[in-house]
């Protein structure tokens, strides 16, 4: 039990408080030691707050009061990097090699120093001395390719390139950087062949279509470049790339390599690390990734956008809305930047401040579609729901020709128009937005639900529901949607083992419990029907109707319908 510590020690202070006059140096120690236990327990709750300064702030006090304690020196350097500050994490590193010389985690931020000033020969001795693993031979190959180009030393660059690609996993991040590090050599023929390579995949990533798009503007084929742009123009996560191209083209502008020296392919390979640790648990981690990235290119704009996600997938959407501020207004990001923080001042409740800054991106921009769009949700979100409707028609005007990423709208107008009472024009959507996506669960769980709850096509319904269940097993409000067609179909016993099981994936919700209240009603099992609808009135909210639910603690329910 994590509250266990400080009961102990607090019956230990007021025993010495109540024993007399004591010893003056004792009473000083005990005062010492209360204000560093205080200390670390606030390092520790700003730490599970994901408070990045100030659990750095709080383990940096604690090491000064213990300095010689090894644990809270690795926690110090990781609170300060991740926190952005470099020049406590230089010295944190400093202190940890000296204690393990062969420690990863200090002997790499040693060596991101070194690049940022430009001494190559130490960041591969910081790199040749740090201790090996499976992980870590990725972030150490690709920081020795970059310090052996610097030196001019292609044996030594190309054996790291191999290494990587031996490596389960690392090959297109090899074959990339492979491409980049040929470029800033100089070696055009070798860098296209390995651009070209890391394009081969169906769904190349921006920063390499950008890399490629960039090298053959700078070698005055414009028009290969144009053409490589506009093969990937209508493909909207590459839109930050084909966009600022063909205008750049269109001007007769002549771009910079997209890695201009060895830190920035360094901050390169930093962000590719980051960006693929993509489970919930390495949050954390990811952030120290890109925090080393920026600190080496401060400019590199989608680094900035994954931290700010990443910081939103802790909940801190008040750090994430500070990066977003702070990409600068020249960045191909900065429009999404500016919608991310308006919906993350939505999420905090900022609903009038959110609208009011999108409502001046869609001024400067009538046809951004996705600033339209988070001005719908915004609306929807303050239940201003005519307005989010005409939110939303604007961004399907803007689409113009709506794919199968243009679903989600869809779905939200519907759910707009369902609150407006326009339900015909709700359902009309919700079949347009299956015709892009058929197999969307949430499509098919709200059509199918709307039907079932209104008495319409059940059957039908069923089938939808069911196929959606089967898309999404563990999602206890599309088995309450089967449970509830099977009790429409008078299938009771079905329905109450599928509703008991939608009750344990979803427990507290007062629709589910009412819901199941009902199949074991007419199952015959009155008393445990009485049981659920108690604990869906227990839960009541907004949206339940209690009088229905009392009635029928009182009387139960009338014969069975036909």
Not at 139 to 167: N, P, V
């Amino acid at each position: 039990m994590r509250r266990s510590v400080p009961l102990i020690v607090l019956p230990l202070l007021l025993l010495t408080a109540c024993a007399g006059q004591p010893n003056a140096s004792l009473h000083s120690q005990s005062d010492a030691d209360a204000t560093a236990f205080s200390t670390y327990l606030s390092a520790r709750f700003a730490a599970g707050e994901h408070d990045l300064p100030q659990a750095a702030r709080y383990y940096g006090q604690a090491l000064a009061n213990d300095p010689a304690n090894p644990s809270l020196l690795t926690l110090s350097f990781f609170y300060a990097i991740t926190s952005g500050d470099f020049d406590a994490a230089a010295k944190y590193a400093q202190a940890t090699v000296a204690a393990a010389p062969d420690e990863r985690s200090a002997r790499l931020a040693l060596a991101v120093v070194s690049f940022k000033h430009k001494d190559y020969a130490d960041v591969r001795k910081q790199l040749s001395l740090s201790s090996k693993g499976a992980f870590t031979v990725l972030t150490l190959s690709l920081f020795d390719a970059w310090a052996a180009a610097a030196q001019h030393d292609e044996a030594g660059m190309q054996k790291d390139l191999q290494s990587l690609l031996e490596q389960n996993g690392a090959e297109s991040m090899a074959v990339f950087h492979a491409a980049l590090l040929q470029d800033y050599l100089g070696n055009a023929a070798a860098a296209e062949t390995g651009y070209k390579k890391a394009l081969t995949s169906a769904t190349p990533s921006p920063r390499a279509l950008e890399a490629y798009g960039r090298f053959l503007e700078r070698s005055g084929r414009a028009q290969d470049a144009a053409a490589l742009y506009r093969a990937h123009v209508g493909d909207g996560g590459l839109a930050s790339v084909t966009i600022p191209g063909l205008a750049r083209i269109a001007a007769g502008e002549k771009p910079d390599s997209l890695v201009r020296n060895p830190a920035d392919g360094a901050a390169e390979a930093l962000f590719g690390i980051a960006a693929s640790l993509t489970d919930g648990q390495s949050a954390d981690v990811s952030i120290l990734y890109l925090r080393m990235a920026l600190y080496l290119r401060p400019d590199l704009g989608l680094a900035q956008i994954l931290l700010a996600d990443r910081f939103e997938s802790l909940r801190k959407f008040d750090t994430a809305i500070g990066i977003y501020r702070g990409i600068d207004p020249s960045s191909p990001y900065y429009r999404m930047a500016q919608v991310q923080a308006a919906l993350d001042q939505q999420r905090l409740g900022n609903n009038d401040s959110a609208i009011a800054n999108l409502k001046s991106l869609v001024t400067a921009q009538p046809m951004d579609s996705e600033s339209w769009v988070a001005l719908g949700d915004t609306y929807r979100a303050s239940n201003k729901f005519a307005e989010s409707v005409d939110a939303y028609d604007r961004a399907e005007k803007a689409i113009s020709n709506p794919s199968k990423r243009d679903w989600p709208m869809l779905y939200a107008r519907a759910m707009a128009k369902e609150k407006l009472k326009r339900l015909d024009d709700s359902e009309a959507d919700i079949q347009a937005a299956l015709k892009l996506s058929p197999d969307q669960p949430e499509l098919l769980n709200y059509l199918g639900y709307s039907w079932v709850d209104r008495g319409r096509n059940i059957p039908e319904a069923l089938g939808m529901l069911e196929k959606a269940r089967n898309l999404r097993p563990y999602d206890g409000y599309i088995v309450d949607s089967v449970g509830w067609a099977y009790y429409r179909l008078g299938r009771y016993d079905d329905a109450a083992k599928t509703l008991e099981a939608a009750v344990l994936l979803v427990p507290g919700d007062p629709t589910i419990n009412d819901h199941l209240g009902d199949a074991l009603w007419r199952s015959g099992r009155r008393i445990e029907a009485r049981f659920q609808w108690n604990h869906a009135l227990a839960f009541s909210d907004g949206d339940t109707d209690k009088s229905e639910i009392e009635r029928k603690l009182k009387a139960g329910l009338s014969e069975k319908p036909a």
